[in-house]
């Protein structure tokens, strides 16, 4: 058994990763601020620790003995960060150099650090490999690319363990049709749910890539338990794109369409073949299945 820390462990993401975990019968300290996480999410046989990430020398206490740590503390607000770059940055940035500090000082042997594909252009040919042009759209982005360099120099200077796992569009259970962005999944079925017409931005061709949260909470455990520990990235997605339309059409109901957003990549779609052939991670939830089971959820059916 071993002690690991997940940082943003009420969250969407993390509090599946915790269950995750707990479920292979680690021990594991959740740190959260709760700014857009939940206590109710964390697995009761989990210890929380409220704390934020900007906070050093708090988080730097919780690290002591732990063999690593699973860094999804952000605000992932693509909006916000637009709006409110600075604090964003604090958060994002300051945070995660806080968290490799705090890692290497404490000795800990390697962190696992959530990125995004947001790091990536929308001039890139489609699926998108990690070795594709990145230029974030967004400040969120940028930040987290910031976050995969600091996580080679660590590495590189250090000889701090870490690895980069760029999520592509997660969805499944807790994810709330308020906070944390992209929303779009939760958004219609809160909006199915409350009679009022779907909401698609733009003319609903856009397209991204589902990933199932399971799967992801999966991805990282064989994260930390594989062979990358030089920051290098990994790309998390299932390699389907697929288009706001089509997420109107299986949640069902009336649709209004908005004016397009600012600093959002028109097509995505992932080449996961190295997660597929260095973690031997594969995605298993359709998203057909995966927003058939949420409609039952949401009592949307």
């Not at 740190?31 to 964390?42: A, C, E, T, Y």
């Not at 400040?139 to 760029?166: A, D, N, V, W």
């Not at 949260?213 to 990235?233: E, M, R």
């Not at 990994?234 to 089509?246: A, E, F, L, M, P």
Request: glycine share 8%; charged share 20%.
């Amino acid at each position: 058994m071993s002690k690991l820390v997940v940082t943003g462990g009420a969250g969407f993401i993390g509090s599946h990763l915790v269950d995750r975990l707990i479920e292979l019968g680690h021990q594991v300290v959740v740190i959260d601020n709760l700014l857009l996480g939940k206590k109710s999410f964390v697995n009761k046989k989990a210890k929380f620790i409220k704390a934020d990430i900007r906070d050093f020398n708090k988080i730097k206490k919780c690290f002591s003995g732990a063999e690593a740590i699973f860094h999804l503390a952000a605000d992932p607000r693509l909006q916000v960060s637009i709006e409110d770059p600075i604090t964003t940055h604090e958060i994002n940035v300051t945070g995660t150099i806080n968290i490799l500090e705090a890692a290497r000082k404490t000795g800990v042997k390697k962190v696992i650090f959530s990125s995004s594909c947001a790091v990536y252009s929308d001039a890139v040919v489609l699926p998108i490999n990690e070795s594709a042009f990145t230029s974030p759209l967004s400040p969120y982005g940028l930040h987290k690319l910031m976050g995969e360099q600091y996580c080679r120099l660590y590495s590189s200077l250090f000889g701090l363990e870490t690895i980069c796992l760029r999520y592509f569009n997660v969805f499944g259970p807790r994810k709330l049709a308020t906070g944390s962005y992209p929303m779009v999944i939760p958004i219609f079925l809160d909006q199915r749910q409350k009679g009022k017409s779907l909401t698609v931005v733009g003319d609903g061709t856009a397209t991204r890539d589902y990933v199932h949260v399971s799967d992801v909470a999966k991805a990282n455990v064989l994260a930390w338990q594989s062979g990358i520990k030089d920051g290098s990235p990994v790309n998390i997605g299932t390699g389907v794109q697929i288009s706001v339309n089509q997420i109107a059409k299986l949640v069902g109901g009336p649709i209004i369409n908005l004016p397009p957003r600012l600093g959002e990549m028109k097509k995505i779609q992932a080449d996961n073949t190295k997660a597929r052939e260095l973690l031997g991670w594969s995605p298993t939830v359709k998203l057909e299945d995966g927003t058939k089971e949420l409609k039952k959820e949401w009592g949307v059916e």
